[in-house]
């Protein structure tokens, strides 16, 4: 870390709504497009059990995911992406359905979705589970495939 890292967090603005916050850039705090943003995971739209980020909402972010934190029995229905979607798990046992195959991943692992798969997840419990669900786009796409 080079220490203007450790700067930028304390200095951070918000905006009206108390979201976002712009970090310093070489001492400036005027908000320009190229500025790095922070942003609080808990002030991402969706629920605790899952939070949504999607990258064209701050510019040229090229990617969206998800942070999943949900208990166990949780996970959404059969569904598919036009682009590859990667699972890494840090916390839980988590059963992937992708395709035909099923797929059983814990803490310390990543399950990669190719585009255009049907794939489904749940957590296997006992406890919760947490995953970052990254979608190879700025912005997510779902076709949900049962009820
Ligand atoms: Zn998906």
Not at 8 to 16: E, I, Q, V, W, Y
Not at 46 to 65: C, M, N
Not at 120 to 138: E, M, Q, T, Y
Request: glycine share 12%; proline share 6%; hydrophobic share 40%.
């Amino acid at each position: 870390m080079d220490g203007r890292g450790q700067e930028a967090m304390p200095a951070a603005d918000r905006n009206a709504a108390g979201r976002v916050g712009r970090a310093r850039v070489d001492g400036r705090d005027e908000a320009r497009a190229m500025d790095p943003l922070l942003i609080q995971i808990a002030d991402l739209p969706g629920s605790e059990r899952s939070r949504r980020f999607e990258g064209h909402a701050v510019g040229d972010a090229g990617i969206s995911f998800f942070v999943t934190d949900a208990p166990a029995g949780h996970g959404p229905s059969l569904h598919t992406h036009p682009y590859a979607e990667v699972f890494a798990v840090e916390e839980g046992h988590v059963a992937f359905t992708v395709g035909d195959a099923t797929i059983e991943a814990e803490a310390g692992q990543v399950v990669v979705v190719p585009a255009g798969i049907p794939h489904k997840f749940v957590n296997l419990g006992p406890g919760r589970s947490r995953h970052l669900d990254i979608h190879a786009s700025c912005t997510m796409q779902s076709e949900w495939l049962e009820e």
